[in-house]
C-alpha cells in the first residue's frame, strides 16, 4: 500500500531497495523524524542493505509464526481462567484453540519457574 509520501530515490535505483527505503522512510516519519532526515537515513539504510546482501537473491519471509506466537501471547495475556469463549470470539478461534494456547502458555510460565530454581 503506497502512502502519499514519497521519497526521492535516484534515478536508475534498484526498484526492490528503493521499495524498502520508501517503506522505512515513512515509518520514520511515522516516529517523527522530519522528511528530510528520513529521507537521509531511509537512502543510508537502502545503501547498507544493498552493499551488505546485494547480489544474492533474498526471500523475505511472512514472519507467521512470529505474528502468531505474538498472537498467542496476547491471549495468554488476556486470559483469566473463564474467558475461553470470550477470546475464542474475539480472534476468531475455537474455545479448543485457545485452550491449547493457554496450555501452551502455563507450561511456557511453569518451565521459566522451574528454570530458575537450578
Do not use: C, W
Amino acid at each position: 500500500m503506497k502512502d502519499a509520501m514519497q521519497l526521492e530515490f535516484p534515478p536508475e535505483y534498484p526498484e526492490l531497495l528503493e521499495q524498502m527505503g520508501q517503506i522505512i522512510g515513512r515509518k520514520l516519519v511515522e516516529h517523527g523524524l522530519g522528511r528530510e532526515q528520513a529521507q537521509s537515513a531511509a537512502f543510508e539504510i537502502a545503501e547498507s542493505i544493498r552493499t551488505e546482501i546485494g547480489g544474492v537473491q533474498q526471500y523475505i519471509p511472512r514472519g507467521l509464526r512470529f505474528q502468531l506466537s505474538r498472537r498467542d501471547q496476547e491471549i495468554f495475556e488476556k486470559f483469566n481462567g473463564q474467558n475461553y469463549h470470550q477470546l475464542a470470539h474475539s480472534y476468531h478461534l475455537s474455545e479448543m484453540q485457545v485452550r491449547n494456547i493457554v496450555k501452551r502458555g502455563l507450561a511456557r510460565e511453569r518451565a521459566a519457574r522451574q528454570a530458575s530454581l537450578l
